[in-house]
């Protein structure tokens, strides 16, 4: 019964370039969040999903960040023309039912190294 | 729009003393509040949770926390430190009908031989 699976682990772009953050939720669970954490600023809420939909994007930046969440596969959250504050480490979650007194849980997290 | 504030960004223990840390809520409305842990490289684990069924609430490897009203604080205690509880300590808040976990900025436990 695997847990939320994100994938690289480690990633390292040049500035210019596209990062692509992928997601894969606990096996029956149909929602996603996306967090950012920077060091000593604990974790910065960003998008979160529904198959299909966004039902919450207030934490992302305005320009460059996008997230997905397709009917078949896994979320991605992308991140174009990166630039060198972008690099942090970033936490997908998934629920189950998405209700507000439902614990996350987490994957391992993608650093992002932008050089 | 609801926050936590962590007040101590490191806190340093001996063994087998007394751990507290502290988490103060700013909610409207009623909130359910967490303390989650999170390990070197890992994602976070959920170490308890509240939601108005009892204002102590108990949790995973000896943990507890008391949900009060009147200071609008949840803070996380353990009676004896142990070297494994070394990590860093998120609490976090979601308002009743809300859908998104707001995170404190995590308090760093140390915990010396």
């Known amino acids: 019964n695997a847990g939320v699976m994100q994938n690289p682990r480690h990633l390292v772009r040049r500035r210019g370039q596209e990062a692509r953050l992928r997601c894969s939720p606990m096996k029956g669970h149909s929602h996603v969040y996306w967090y950012r954490q920077l060091p000593e600023e604990g974790l910065k809420f960003m998008v979160y999903l529904q198959k299909e939909n966004i039902i919450d994007e207030s934490g992302m930046p305005k320009e460059r960040f996008s997230a997905e969440f397709p009917k078949e596969g896994p979320s991605i959250l992308r991140i174009q023309q990166v630039v060198r504050g972008d690099s942090a480490a970033y936490f997908c979650a998934s629920s189950l039912l998405g209700q507000d007194n439902e614990k996350l849980f987490f994957g391992s997290g993608t650093q992002l190294s932008v050089l | 729009a609801q926050s936590v504030t962590q007040l101590g960004s490191h806190v340093s223990v001996s063994e087998g003393a007394l751990v507290l840390l502290r988490c103060n809520y700013s909610s409207s409305v009623p909130p359910y509040l967490f303390w989650y842990v999170q390990y070197p490289n890992q994602g976070l684990q959920l170490l308890l949770k509240?939601?108005?069924?009892?204002?102590l609430v108990k949790g995973i490897n000896g943990f507890e926390a008391e949900f009060k009203k009147s200071e609008t604080s949840f803070h996380l205690t353990k009676p004896s430190a142990h070297m494994s509880d070394a990590a860093e300590y998120f609490c976090?808040?979601?308002?009743?009908?809300?859908?998104?976990?707001?995170f404190g900025a995590g308090t760093r436990l140390f915990v010396k031989a």
């Open positions: 976090a808040v979601t308002d009743t009908g809300g859908f998104k976990t707001i």
């Open positions: 509240y939601t108005s069924a009892a204002t």
